[in-house]
């Protein structure tokens, strides 16, 4: 435990300079000190209050190909350049990251986040929100430009940016149209809809991208080795979000740290997917009647339906995480021993996910 907040805090440090860099690029262009604050406070109040898995994730990974030979033994450390440079790509996600909420929160009306009121929810906020969002994601390219941009593979850097920014983007847009909170249409969910919603709305960004960034700086050039880290991490990052789904309506405040509200809201889960495709007409008129309703007793009325004996959602979650440990191994195990892309990086992602309780 001590390592991992040592870890997070030396992650910490390098956030500071980047809030550092920043504003001296603002007081560059003589913007005056209230925008300067008003920036800082941005970036401070959004960026680094979660768990920073996913920038943190950057750095692992480095660690991995840089620092250890094919047995998995330590062969060296980070040295201060290399440590610094994928803690900022890590930072870069994490204001991907943090652009996203902002938005995300804006468009849902939601009231907290990481146990705070929302950006926008804040005193003397509002909608500049939506232009501070603009200007979490404008300092990710402003970094990049500045620290790697004589790096030979920079525009490599940017595309995946971009690339993984609009597949989210993508990923949003089918899940704000198919689960809109104010107009339930169960005839909308599937499967299927929540599969591509989870690939394109969380996997490419949380998973894929911390892993490709890495591969980047580290000099991985074989464009098949980033269509087998696709292969692996799109599977494990729908795994990763099926879990979610199921601790939302099945794990404790204290286990997740918030209340579980996807039935509440109208979420395309994959809880309620699972019960559309294996309900009676009579648990489906439940459903339909109950789903998405500001009701605690519709709301367990649709728990009622989750805990029916022909759907038993414990035990067919239990039965899908099972399958998913096996069919992500076996692409893990497919990884080509010479690749020059180690398989410690993708069993150490999927420690991180499988069987969590938060």
């Not at 898995?53 to 290399?82: A, I, P, Q, Y």
């Not at 430009?145 to 993984?164: A, C, G, I, N, S």
């Not at 008129?285 to 605690?296: A, I």
């Not at 339906?305 to 038993?312: C, G, H, K, W």
């Amino acid at each position: 435990m001590a390592d991992k907040q040592a870890k997070r805090e030396r992650f910490e440090g390098v956030f500071s300079r980047i809030v550092d860099e920043l504003l001296g690029y603002m007081k560059s262009q003589n913007m005056p000190d209230d925008a300067i604050q008003w920036y800082k406070r941005n970036l401070d109040y959004n960026t680094p209050g979660g768990k920073l898995n996913r920038g943190l994730s950057v750095v692992d990974t480095v660690d991995l190909l840089l620092c250890t030979d094919s047995d998995g033994k330590r062969t060296r450390e980070l040295n201060d350049e290399e440590y610094t440079e994928a803690a900022i790509l890590g930072w870069c996600i994490e204001l991907l990251q943090a652009y996203f909420l902002v938005a995300d929160d804006m468009m849902d009306a939601s009231i907290t986040r990481r146990g705070h009121p929302c950006w926008y929810r804040v005193e003397g906020v509002g909608n500049i929100a939506i232009n501070d969002a603009f200007m979490l994601e404008g300092a990710i390219y402003y970094l990049l430009k500045q620290h790697f941009r004589t790096k030979p593979y920079y525009v490599h850097l940017l595309e995946l940016f971009h690339d993984v920014t609009f597949q989210t983007e993508l990923g949003q847009l089918i899940d704000l149209i198919t689960a809109p909170e104010d107009a339930v249409d169960l005839s909308k969910f599937s499967l299927d809809k929540h599969h591509l919603i989870v690939v394109y709305k969380t996997a490419f960004y949380s998973f894929y991208l911390p892993v490709a960034l890495a591969m980047r700086m580290c000099g991985v050039n074989d464009e098949s080795l980033y269509q087998h880290a696709l292969d692996i991490l799109l599977p494990l990052g729908e795994y990763f979000q099926v879990q979610d789904d199921y601790l939302d309506c099945y794990g404790t405040p204290e286990m997740i740290g918030k209340i579980g509200t996807d039935i509440l809201d109208n979420k395309c889960s994959w809880n309620i997917n699972v019960a559309l495709k294996n309900a009676t007409p009579e648990q489906r008129k439940v459903l339909d009647e109950n789903y998405g309703r500001k009701d605690s007793t519709c709301e367990q009325r649709v728990k009622d339906v989750f805990n029916a004996p022909n759907i038993d959602l414990k035990k067919r979650f239990a039965d899908y995480e099972n399958e998913s440990y096996d069919r992500i191994h076996k692409l893990i195990d497919a990884l080509p021993e010479s690749s020059g892309l180690k398989r410690s990086v993708f069993v150490a992602f999927f420690e991180k996910v499988y069987k969590r309780s938060k």
